[in-house]
């Protein structure tokens, strides 16, 4: 950049710094853990990031602005301030170029330097939101998946798992390998697996249910299915899906019972 | 390669700790039915907490080893099969569903005594 | 190991070879626990079809990569007299040597992609593929 404009504008760094904060004032964190103070130093930190990137030349490579955007989105501050902040900063500058006197090409000029020079910038700023964005999404996806499933330990040899949600194939496979590798961690004798929470048992769902009891069977322990609603036995009927070969309760409590029947435990109440 | 074949009481213990190839499979197949003759097992304990692998060949030669020994007056009971085992036997469409299974050894025993009370 | 790895099937002991290639090159390409058991399997369903129909053939493994996902293609080979009706071959439960018929349905369910390819009186060729979730 012409070496006239730049030093014209770091000489305005006071006013230039006064207007600037004065118009992204209003963007807030989201974090209540922000103060006022550390929100004076992000805006000093952004500020001088971008007067260096005016006097020491292009800084959008070498990982300075990263480590920026990063601490900016982790402190839950809004995209837009870092958008506005820099609109806001192109805007003041070229207000205060064009008050100074000078030719019109050469402000035309100017205005185009200007451009070109915040260009990389927001470039970088689309870039780094947009894969922080799809990292949290792809974080959040499996983490869904994961949690979705947990088998609980209730007594001993007993466990529960609560299926919650619509199951597809992809989940199907994931809830079957954490009941198998539960079974083996607990040595679970009996598995209550509970559909209360799943809206809608088609045949594939019923598929994949008779196949975990299938295979939690074959690793020697027993599959109690329970949960099971009105709605539920009546499209599993007239689906014509056998599940007569693995016991099945209503109710979790009645599950329960039969699992304790089963592992020969029984609940007494202490007088 | 030969799997030891053990004696405890009425029950006969055999742990499997070598990869299964199809001799050994069929060799064990044969070893075992003797033995019951033999020694007039009533019950028969199969631990296969190290096998990693079961393919439809092993599958059915186990299948077919708990049938025949049933005809024997022994009952066979499989334990220790592994998550990842247990899942490919689904994947191929073998459930096994007539075998009785445990998590382990010492239930398998238990699982043997019930039984044969019973 | 960008490169094929090999195994010549003529006898049972090579089903046990192979699927211990299987094995290890699962392991080292990062598959876990359970998808190392399925291709381990799916080797040695397809080695031992090789090895009881078509006398001998070979096994072949080679990692893959496709649009950023990385996998485990297992190529089973043989000039055997070939499969007539692949339609039928892949049910569950057919057989013509008193086996489960569990086989070549089975791989088809253990891998991601499965194709089979035949030509009476000139052999058998099957691809299956287990991408690396
Ligand atoms: N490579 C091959 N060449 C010719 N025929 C084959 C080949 N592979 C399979 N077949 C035919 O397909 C049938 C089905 O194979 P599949 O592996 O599904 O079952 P199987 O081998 O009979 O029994 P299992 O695999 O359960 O022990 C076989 O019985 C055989 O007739
Ligand atoms: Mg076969």
Known sequence: MNAAIIDMILNKRMEIDGLWSEEIADYKSTNRAITPYMREQLNNEFLSLLFNHISQGDISADGTLERFFDKVLRANMPLEYLTQGLQSFRRIVLEIITEEDIQKDAAFETYREVDRWMDPILNSVVENSSRLWERTVSIQKSALLELSAPLIPVFQHISVMPLIGTIDTERAKLIMENLLEGVIQYRSQVVLIDITGVPVVDTMVAHHIIQAADAVRLLGSTCILVGIRPEIAQTIVSLGIDLSLFPTKSTLQKGMAKALEITNQQIVNEK | ?118 | MDIQSCVEVCNEWDIVSARQLGRNMAKELGFGNVDQARITTAISELARNIYLYAGSGKICLEPVEQMGRKGLRIIAVDNGPGIRDIRKVMEDGYTTSGGLGAGLPGVKRLMDEFTIDSTINSGTEILATKWLR
Not at chain 2, 37 to 64: C, E, N, R
């Open chain 2, 1 to 118: 390669m030969r799997i030891p074949i053990l004696k405890l009481h009425e029950y006969l213990l055999i742990t499997i700790q070598v990869e299964l190839d199809d001799q050994t499979a069929l060799q064990f197949q044969e070893d075992l039915l003797n033995k019951i003759h033999d020694t007039g097992a009533k019950g028969v304990v199969i631990d296969l907490t190290s096998v990693d692998m079961i393919d439809s060949f092993i599958a059915k030669v186990l299948g077919d080893v708990v049938r025949m020994s049933k005809l024997m007056g022994a009952q066979v009971v499989l334990t220790g099969i592994q998550p990842a085992v247990a899942i490919t036997l689904i994947d191929l469409g073998i459930s096994m569903r007539e075998v009785p299974t445990a998590l382990d050894l010492e239930q398998g025993l238990d699982k043997l005594q019930l039984e044969l009370e019973g």
